[in-house]
C-alpha cells in the first residue's frame, strides 16, 4: 500500500478525531462538522479520483446550497436519487483503485524427499 493510500484510508479517522477535539475542547460541534468534507476531497488532492467520482461532492454541495439559501430541504433530497442514475448511465474513464493480483507460491512438503 503506497503512502498515498494510507492517507486517504486514513481520513475518515483523522475527520472524526479533529472534530471531537473541536466540539470537546472548542464546544465548535456546529462548525466543527465541516471538517468531514476532508473525506472526499483529500483523494481529489491527491489525484486518486476521477471526474465521475465528484458527482456526489456536487450532489451534496447542491443539496446544501438548497438548503441553506431556500429553504427546500424537503424536496431537495430527491436529486439524491440521481447519483445511482448517473453511475448506471455514464461510463466511468477509469477504475480509481486498482488492486493488483499477486500470485501465491505454494510449496509442498513430501517426506518421501528427504529419503
Given at each position: ?5 494510507k492517507?486517504i484510508?486514513a481520513t475518515?479517522?483523522?475527520t472524526?478525531i479533529?472534530?471531537l477535539l ?6 465548535a ?6 471538517v468531514?468534507?476532508?473525506i472526499?476531497?483529500?483523494?481529489m488532492l491527491l489525484g486518486k ?9 456536487l450532489?451534496?454541495i447542491a ?8 429553504n ?11 447519483i ?10 477509469k477504475v ?6 499477486k500470485?501465491?507460491k505454494?510449496?509442498?512438503?513430501d ?5
Open positions: 500500500m503506497t503512502l498515498r493510500n492517507i484510508a475518515p479517522m483523522i472524526i479533529i472534530y473541536l466540539g470537546f475542547c472548542l464546544d460541534w456546529h462548525p466543527g462538522w465541516i468531514f468534507f476532508a472526499p476531497i483529500v483523494p479520483v476521477t471526474l465521475m467520482g465528484l458527482y456526489p461532492l450532489v451534496v443539496y446544501l446550497l438548497m438548503g441553506l439559501i431556500g427546500l430541504w424537503h424536496p431537495g433530497w430527491i436529486i439524491f436519487l440521481t445511482p442514475v448517473v453511475e448506471i448511465f455514464l461510463p466511468k474513464n480509481v483503485f486498482k488492486k493488483k493480483k500470485k501465491h505454494i510449496f509442498v512438503y517426506e518421501d524427499d528427504e529419503k
